[in-house]
């Protein structure tokens, strides 16, 4: 629908490469439809984004304007930032300083903003978007399934189903959680669902956030109709609005054409020398192994992961993100990577950081052994891509249950995660069940880019948002 003024949307990810990936291409999606974007990111990732993109040249193309600002993340200067290192900011001292920035940020604003869209954490800006009169967007990131699982564990709290009774209890099935019947166990909930203690302040402050965010105007999640049907029917009675648009990879691609992958929005360098690599490959050859961006392993589950991977019969290309492996000091943990490189020449390839939507779509790849994170597991199901999941925490347990049980594209080690394992499932998965599980993936990613293109679920629900948009401006 046309309108005589042009709407302006503020952005504000989380700032994890997980969180920002999807939120800056829904604001590019909006900017195509000549929507004026405000993008903020903290001060710290913003130089991080300069350094290793051309995000200032990309952004320009865009008519309505493409605004990157910053604001804090409310931590000292001095502060290291490493790691797993933002959960800080939603302590009461950052996020106040964090909320008193916004409030002020959107009072200057000129133009001023008709509509926010946030990261479905940042429950303060919905306080601050209420004072204001702002209508607010929340977008939560990660799984449907985890958003559910996490808004109704109240409800399992009460169904007596939670706390888990230790390790002995972790295959009882979960019975209680409707639209996630399928063979739902214990171990199958969000890592932090296996805390002892239910009154946990991580808890506490995950279920508020969730519940928080289903009072936003409305809740936006990345995911396909076809993908999370019967989940997004549940989390509809609790939202009053639900707009899923995903997998937003595959809606950029199919709304930007050729010019999608002239941008990659990555917080490190992309170590492009793995696709001449892989261009000397056989088709379907190569297992591409990748970890995401916050997971960290210790110096034996590096080793484990090698040896199951060399030990298999397929070629690799494997991803240690400087900083990943934890327990030893620095100089150690590059040795150790160092020699496993010199050993697996011939069988691998080791990068730091790869270009992974081009390597998820390159022919030579067979199987992707991932950690689960929502991003890596819509870019693998949109690029038919089997998985073999290694989850490790947060909704990773929950992701690597929809792959297996659900999608059945792929195969679940969770919680068994030894070499044995991962020789086993590379191979399953490369070798001796590759037709079944390229077929099951192949079928799944057709229906899943279906709903991306026009008239389907994704491309209507997007049209239904930049609608609601548009009329929020009038
Ligand atoms: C974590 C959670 O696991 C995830 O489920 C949640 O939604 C966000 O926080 P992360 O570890 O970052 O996310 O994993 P993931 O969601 O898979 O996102 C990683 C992103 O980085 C993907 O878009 C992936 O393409 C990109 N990436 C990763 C690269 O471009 N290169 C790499 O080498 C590794």
């Not at 604001?27 to 993008?39: K, N, Q, S």
């Not at 496993?340 to 939507?357: C, N, T």
Request: hydrophobic share 40%; net charge negative.
């Amino acid at each position: 629908m046309e309108t005589g003024r042009c709407p302006h949307v503020l952005f504000f990810p989380i700032p994890s490469q997980g969180h920002m990936n999807p939120m800056i291409k829904l604001a590019e999606l909006l900017a195509l439809t000549g929507i004026r974007i405000t993008f903020l990111n903290t001060h710290h990732n913003h130089e991080r984004l300069l350094k290793f993109t051309n995000m200032a040249a990309h952004f320009a193309r865009y008519p309505a304007g493409f605004e990157l600002r910053t604001i804090t993340d409310g931590l000292p200067e001095d502060h290291p930032r490493s790691g797993h290192w933002f959960p800080e900011m939603f302590e009461d001292g950052p996020e106040m300083k964090i909320k008193q920035s916004l409030r002020e940020m959107l009072v200057d604003i000129i133009p001023p903003v008709d509509c926010m869209i946030v990261d479905a954490f940042l429950g303060f800006a919905l306080d601050v978007a209420r004072e204001l009169g702002i209508p607010i967007f929340c977008f939560r990131t990660s799984s449907p399934c985890c958003f559910w699982t996490s808004y109704s564990i109240p409800d399992m709290i009460q169904a007596g189903e939670l706390p888990i009774k230790g390790s002995e209890d972790m295959d009882r099935l979960i019975t209680t959680l409707p639209g996630m019947e399928t063979h739902f166990r214990c171990r199958d909930l969000p890592s932090y669902c296996r805390a002892t203690d239910m009154e946990d302040a991580f808890i506490k402050l995950l279920v508020k956030q969730t519940r928080k965010s289903a009072k936003a105007n409305a809740l936006i999640l990345n995911t396909a109709e076809e993908l999370d049907g019967p989940i997004l029917s549940q989390i509809r009675t609790q939202c009053p609005n639900v707009y899923a648009i995903g997998p937003i990879n595959a809606q950029l691609k199919s709304r930007n054409g050729e010019l999608y992958h002239h941008f990659s929005n990555t917080l490190w360098e992309e170590d492009k020398t793995c696709i001449s690599w892989l261009n000397k490959q056989s088709n379907r050859s190569v297992t591409y192994a990748c970890f995401g961006s916050l997971t960290s392993m210790s110096r034996e589950q590096l080793i484990e992961l090698w040896y199951g991977l060399v030990n298999s019969n397929s070629k690799f290309l494997l991803v240690v993100r400087p900083d990943s492996v934890i327990g030893k000091d620095e100089g150690e943990d590059v040795d150790v990577v160092k020699e496993l490189f010199d050993k697996s020449k011939d069988r691998g390839y080791i990068v730091d950081w790869a270009p992974q939507e081009a390597v998820l779509n390159h022919p030579a790849v067979g199987g992707f052994l991932t950690h689960s994170g929502w991003n890596s597991t819509l870019e693998a199901v949109v690029a038919g891509v089997p998985m073999i999941c290694w989850p490790y925490f947060g909704d990773q347990q929950v992701n690597s249950w929809i792959v297996s049980e659900v999608w059945r594209i792929g195969l679940d080690m969770k919680d068994v995660c030894d070499r044995k394992m991962v020789e086993k499932m590379v191979n399953d998965v490369m070798v001796d069940r590759k037709e079944e599980f390229a077929k099951s993936a192949a079928e799944l990613a057709k229906l899943t880019n279906q709903s991306v293109r026009v008239d389907g679920s994704s491309y209507c629900n997007l049209d239904r948002l930049i609608g609601d948009i548009r009329e929020m401006s009038l």
